[in-house]
């Protein structure tokens, strides 16, 4: 069982950065595929960038050049560094581990970015 908690979300005025942090429980963070997804109002959750064990990386094309995903095993925490901010970021953001058939969620964190 993985626990995951994401902090970091709060209203940012566009262009403007921020960074979410991803805290997870378990022994075995290093193997885990870890992700950020995002779920806009009325929309359904997408992922944002998600990094592998072996730190390969997949990123939507909404968010290149701008948002990047790093990860410290040793302290079992993700990261989600996110700038150039725009209004269409705002969503609740949303922690995922993988491994295997094992697949995690976090609570989710809102990032309000306002026209």
């Known amino acids: 069982q993985v626990q995951l908690v994401e902090s970091g979300g709060r209203l940012v005025l566009p262009g403007g950065s921020l960074r979410l942090s991803c805290a997870a429980s378990?022994?075995?963070?290093?193997?885990?595929?870890m992700g950020w997804y995002r779920q806009a109002p009325g929309k359904q959750r997408e992922l944002v960038l998600s990094?592998?064990?072996?730190?390969?990386?997949n990123v939507a094309d909404s968010v290149k050049g701008r948002f990047t995903i790093s990860r410290d095993n040793a302290k079992r925490t993700v990261y989600l560094q996110m700038n150039s901010l725009k209004p269409e970021d705002t969503a609740v953001y949303y922690c995922?581990?993988?491994?295997?058939?094992?697949?995690?969620w976090g609570q989710g964190t809102q990032v309000t970015v306002p026209d």
């Open positions: 378990g022994s075995i963070f290093s193997m885990y595929t």
């Open positions: 990094i592998s064990s072996g730190g390969g990386t």
């Open positions: 995922n581990a993988k491994y295997g058939a094992a697949n995690y």
